[in-house]
Nanobody, 115 residues
């Protein structure tokens, strides 16, 4: 059974920083993709950033230059460093693990950016 546990959300002022963490446990294959998605009220869930076990990364245009995704493969953990946060970054952030053509999701962590 695969579980994802996120942490690091909270309330921050515009221009501030937060670091999210997501630890995966269970039967994790070496080849996988881990990423972060977010969903704001009334909006669809969208990709923020993703990272493959091989080291490739991709980012949503809206966060390029501000957010950085990284991972510790030995610990099956992915991080999202968020800098220069804006009120429009406010959302529930979800961690996703994709392996063997199946997606696993975390429970989500709230990020609120005040203006």
């Amino acid at each position: 059974q695969v579980q994802l546990v996120e942490s690091g959300g909270g309330l921050v002022q515009a221009g501030g920083s937060l670091r999210l963490s997501c630890a995966a446990s269970g039967s994790i294959f070496s080849f996988n993709t881990m990423g972060w998605y977010r969903q704001a009220p009334g909006k669809q869930r969208e990709l923020v950033a993703a990272s493959t076990s091989g080291g490739s990364t991709n980012y949503a245009d809206s966060v390029k230059g501000r957010f950085t995704i990284s991972r510790d493969n030995a610990k099956n953990t992915v991080f999202l460093q968020m800098n220069s946060l804006k009120p429009e970054d406010t959302a529930v952030y979800y961690c996703k693990l994709n392996m063997v053509l199946r997606d696993y999701w975390g429970q989500g962590t709230q990020v609120t950016v005040s203006s």
